[in-house]
């Protein structure tokens, strides 16, 4: 009796494996059949993962028997059960995608650490990103301490190392590249903008010296100024006070762990001359970015010499600001038209390009750069600087900027 229990219990084994290879057989076919299509859109389809309805129908039945008759030990359910899984697919405009593939297409990854951008507690993917780089990231990065470029405000990415400068501020390597670093290097600079302004039938006759200074003298100059209003993270000031500045005589260098050492300052004494004694501006920032900072000082210390009088802040500010985009605006024209003669060159040893005299933005990056600080000049939210600049841009693209300060200095507002 036993036996015959055996036996037909044998029986039934086997044609239940005949039964499985069949299915299987057919369900390869099915595969081998789409698989055309299927690898359009994945390329790594591999035996049969992708099914249709009718497939899975068959292939769930198949199971179902299989169970029933406890013939599969509960790892052979598993290792039957499991293909079935990740047989289920995704869909991404009409074209089916595993589930694996799918996420390695279409989940985004984190710029910053590189992973997949975790689901929130709702199960839905939420990610932050630069309104303007478009650099996506994990909500997270924004209080775990992951340090952002004090220039193009990126954050860094795990697998890059920001330099260190000595007040504690990060700049990206790209920035760096044209990081102007003391004042020596800045003077060229300085050449261009002064050129520029006078170009613009804005020439400052008085010399009024330009000194790079740390953040620390930087503050410290602006206490000691009697008299101007700043934004609380100051980059830039045209000082009116005689007083001493430490200022950078030598670019440092970069030690370990991407640190800047060896930076040589030293005391320069101000002397007033006429109503502005020096410009100074933070050191370590780009050359377009310096360079804009440099044109609104510059503007300043013209408002200042050329007497223009009780100016309302948003006024004044306004006007700068005009200038430091007018100044990028032509940078990068002169860019996009000097690049066309040397861009073989300088596309292939970009890094290699000299930082300072040059004038246009060179790189794709210093290019980005500009715009990128245009941007933030136009959509600053500020009443003094934002508002201050849009009034001041539509005075000048309507009136002119001859016009527009000769109404300035009448009647200390802009033309309407
Ligand atoms: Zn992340
Ligand atoms: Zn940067
Ligand atoms: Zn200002």
Redesign the pocket.
């Known amino acids: 009796m036993s036996n015959l229990h055996g036996l037909s219990r044998r029986a039934l084994i086997l044609s239940l494996l005949l039964i499985k290879m069949l299915l299987l057989r057919m369900f390869q076919q099915r595969v081998s059949q789409q698989g055309s299509h299927i690898s359009m859109s994945c390329p790594q389809v591999d035996s049969g993962l992708v099914l249709d309805a009718e497939s899975q129908l068959v292939m769930g039945v198949f199971l179902v028997v299989w169970m029933k008759f406890g013939i599969l030990s509960a790892s052979n359910v598993m290792l039957a059960i499991s293909p079935y899984q990740s047989m289920r697919f995704a869909m991404h405009e009409d074209q089916p995608y595993h589930k694996s593939c799918y996420k390695d297409f279409f989940h985004p990854k984190?710029d910053?650490?590189?992973?997949f951008?975790p689901t929130n507690k709702n199960g839905l993917i939420e990610y932050r990103a630069h309104p303007f780089w478009m650099q996506k990231?994990?909500p997270?990065?924004e209080d775990d301490g992951t340090p952002r470029c004090c220039s193009c405000e990126r954050m860094e990415p795990t697998d890059i190392k920001y330099i260190t400068l000595d007040d504690g501020r990060k700049l990206c390597l790209e920035c760096l590249t044209s990081a102007t670093m003391d004042s020596p290097e800045c003077q060229h600079l300085y050449m261009d903008i002064q050129e520029f302004f006078e170009g613009l039938n804005m020439k400052v006759e008085q010399q009024v010296p330009l000194l790079l200074v740390e953040r620390q003298a930087l503050n410290e100059a602006l206490e000691a100024e009697k008299s101007g209003h700043h934004l609380p993270e100051t980059r830039g000031l045209c000082l009116s006070e005689e007083q001493i500045v430490r200022t950078i005589l030598k670019r440092p260098t970069i030690g370990p762990g991407n640190r800047i050492m060896d930076m040589i300052t030293g005391p320069y004494k101000l002397v007033r001359r006429c109503e502005v004694t020096a410009i100074l501006i933070l050191y370590g920032l780009p050359r377009l970015q310096t360079g804009s900072i440099l044109a609104h000082e510059m503007m300043h210390a013209y408002l200042r010499l050329k007497g223009y009088r009780s100016l309302s802040p948003q006024v004044e500010e306004g006007i700068c600001q005009v200038l430091s985009h007018l100044w990028l605006e032509s940078e990068i024209i002169a860019g996009a038209s000097g690049n066309a003669a040397s861009s073989s060159a300088s596309s292939s040893s970009s890094s290699a390009a000299p930082t300072s005299s040059k004038k246009g933005a060179k790189t794709e990056f210093e290019k980005k750069l500009g715009a990128f600080i245009k941007n933030q000049i136009e959509t600053d939210s500020s009443v003094e600087y934002g508002d201050g600049f849009r009034a001041g841009i539509q005075a000048v693209e309507q009136y002119g900027l001859r016009s527009t300060l000769d109404h300035m200095r009448l009647t200390g507002s802009f033309p309407y």
Do not use: F, L, P, Q
Not at 112 to 115: D, G, I, M, Q, T
């Open positions: 984190c910053v650490c590189k992973n951008i990231y994990c997270s990065h």
